[in-house]
């Protein structure tokens, strides 16, 4: 079963507008930490966002929020007010706390391409 | 502020040739590790290591070695290309710590082609 699940391929949405990627998974860890990772088309991973599953609070990064619903293992990236340079494959990531010798190992989705069209 | 240096940036090698990746990072992390990334399949973790000295193996470990003999540097090596290990290839490293949240920092990749 995959542990990572993002089932948008892509998505569109117009510039200014909020939009939702979706990312559920799969853990029966009490301790994980999920991560968002943006990708553009130059090809680096830059780090988004984290939310811990002990957190009490959905994380915020300026205009990026994550909507962290525990019992129903989904962690969806929230964009606000679209920007063109949005543009991009997103990945949802999970790090589990047993996982086998280390606990750092992130485990991606396939990611969702998102285009923000002015 | 260098962070995750790979190189090179763009290899083309041909069917049973040997090549060696190489990663470094100026920020004293103790976890590194190796992605390929291939169309809609993600990030696939190939080997990671927690220090010097210390490796294992990630879900996609066959036809790729590693070694850490320094706490900077993380080589990847091909022994023998094949053309399914045409891909781009990822390092990462992250500070070990308390909890989950300490995020892996990326190198720029390196896109392989194995002809």
């Known amino acids: 079963a995959q542990k990572i699940t993002q089932t948008q391929p892509g998505m569109f949405v117009q510039e200014k507008e909020a939009v939702t990627l979706d990312c559920t998974y799969d853990?029966?860890?009490?301790?994980?930490?999920l991560f968002w990772y943006k990708q553009p088309s130059s090809g680096e991973m830059i780090f988004l966002i984290y939310?811990?599953?002990?957190?009490?609070q959905n994380a915020t990064e300026g205009r990026y929020s994550l909507n962290f619903q525990k019992a129903r293992k989904s962690a969806n990236l929230v964009i606000s007010a679209s920007q063109l340079g949005d543009s991009a494959m997103y990945f949802c990531?999970?790090?589990?706390?047993?996982?086998?010798?280390?606990?750092?190992?992130?485990?991606f989705g396939k990611g969702t391409l998102l285009t923000v069209n002015p | 502020n260098a962070g995750v240096t790979q190189t090179p940036k763009f290899q083309v090698l041909k069917t049973g040739q040997s090549m060696t990746l190489q990663c470094a990072q100026d920020?004293?992390?103790?976890?590194m590790s190796w992605y390929r990334q291939d169309p809609g399949m993600g990030l696939r973790l190939i080997h990671y290591?927690?220090?010097?000295?210390?490796?294992d193996q990630g879900e996609v470990p066959n036809g790729y070695n590693v070694s850490r003999s320094t706490t900077e540097d993380f080589p990847l090596r091909l022994l023998s290309a094949a053309p399914s290990q045409t891909s781009v290839y990822f390092c990462?490293?992250?500070?070990?710590?308390?909890?989950?949240?300490?995020?892996?920092?990326f190198g720029d990749g390196t896109r392989l082609s194995i002809l």
């Open positions: 990462a490293s992250s500070a070990l710590g308390t909890g989950n949240g300490q995020p892996q920092h």
């Open positions: 853990t029966s860890d009490p301790s994980y930490g």
């Open positions: 939310q811990g599953s002990y957190d009490q």
């Open positions: 990531a999970m790090r589990e706390a047993s996982s086998g010798g280390s606990n750092y190992k992130l485990t």
């Open positions: 920020m004293n992390h103790e976890y």
């Open positions: 290591s927690v220090g010097a000295g210390i490796t």
